[in-house]
């Protein structure tokens, strides 16, 4: 299930648990997404969001736009956590 997977890879540190820096929209370029591994199709729409942490390097992650929607809200549900 994708949004225990998004649980799963922000506790790993795959997938970050802050806001973007910014953030693309455009046609899947067949890359992998990075939440649930299919490649994002032509058809899809594909997510680029850029990460600029402090001290650390510039990251940047493509997901498929349903499951950046996955992604975002188990993230907010991480920092409304008591
Ligand atoms: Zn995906």
Known sequence: MLH???KERMQSGE???YAPSSSYAGRGSTIT???CDAPILPT???LELEFVAQGADRK???L???CESVWNEERLRLHNRP
């Open 4 to 6: 225990v997977r998004a």
């Open 15 to 17: 997938l970050p648990t």
């Open 33 to 35: 997404c990075a939440l």
């Open 44 to 46: 899809d729409v594909e």
């Open 60 to 62: 940047v992650i493509r």
């Open 64 to 66: 498929h736009s349903r």
